[in-house]
């Protein structure tokens, strides 16, 4: 498989931890250069300071994907730094499980802006590019995205969205030189378990549904899918959304 990134520039949000960062590692394995952005600035400057030998130019910035203007400024500085794009990762994300009554407005609306919203804003920005130089987005959804998860009506409803957004997008593009797809990964042991607090009086056997029965899936595993929709190697997907969960969506 061809992954080589090498002479080429990703954008990829989330890169602070988890499958950001993991994604980050693997585009500068293969020789692209990387403006990372997360809202998290000690945790990008870990992934910059296990960057420092990699041989690939990186930029960082510490932003706020939840707002639009933020986002686009996001890809005017990538392009500003590189002179090109050839990648954009949405992997930025974040979930609150609750009862739905009772979610609040401010934990709604901040998943919808970051999981769903960034995505679109950052995408806006960056196609002219990715049209230029023939390049990919790749949106990171969710097995959640596939069904219906108890206690994440919010989640599932921005991962649900960013695979019809994905596939919407794919259609729109589907006579122009960009390649648009997402990844569907399964639980993986990262930082966002933080916020993965089963709300109070809830049903665990609803929990056990979409918890699956194989374990979790390794974030190295997922940024490899996401650089091989990236890179050449994935020259034949478009509006495609590679599963890897273990077999959570499997029935
Ligand atoms: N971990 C899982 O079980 C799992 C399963 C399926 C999908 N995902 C998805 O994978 C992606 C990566 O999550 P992860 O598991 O690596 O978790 P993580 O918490 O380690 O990483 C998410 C990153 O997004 C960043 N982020 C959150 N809000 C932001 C904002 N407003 N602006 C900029 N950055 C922001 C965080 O700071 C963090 O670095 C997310 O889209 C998540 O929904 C995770």
């Not at 959804?141 to 994905?166: D, N, Q, R």
Request: negative net charge; hydrophobic residues 50%; proline residues 4%.
């Amino acid at each position: 498989m061809n992954t080589d990134m090498t002479g080429k520039a990703a954008l990829i949000t989330g890169a602070a931890s988890g499958l950001g960062r993991a994604t980050a590692l693997k585009f500068a394995a293969a020789g692209a250069d990387l403006w990372l952005a997360d809202v998290n600035a000690a945790g990008l400057e870990e992934t910059v300071a296990m960057l420092a030998d990699s041989g690939s130019t990186i930029g960082h910035e510490v932003v706020d994907l939840s707002d639009p203007e933020a986002c686009m400024q996001a890809v005017v500085a990538a392009v500003a730094r590189f002179g090109r794009l050839d990648a954009l990762c949405n992997v930025a994300g974040l979930i609150y499980l609750a009862n739905t009554p009772q979610m609040p407005l401010d934990q709604y609306q901040r998943t919808i802006d970051v999981n769903l919203s960034a995505p679109f804003h950052l995408s806006q920005a960056a196609i002219p590019h990715l049209l230029e130089s023939h390049g990919a987005i790749v949106n990171v959804a969710s097995s959640a995205a596939h069904i219906g998860e108890a206690y994440a009506a919010a989640y599932c409803a921005s991962k649900w969205g960013i695979l019809g957004m994905t596939k919407a997008m794919a259609m729109e593009f589907q006579k122009a030189p960009i390649r648009i797809n997402a990844v569907a990964p399964g639980g993986m042991v990262t930082n966002i378990a933080a916020n993965f607090v089963p709300p109070e009086g809830c049903d665990f056997d609803l929990i056990k549904r979409f918890s699956g029965m194989r374990g979790t899936v390794e974030v190295a595993d997922v940024a490899d899918m996401i650089l091989m929709l990236a890179s050449e190697a994935g020259r034949g997907f478009h509006g495609a959304c590679i599963d890897i969960d273990a077999g959570i969506t499997a029935g």
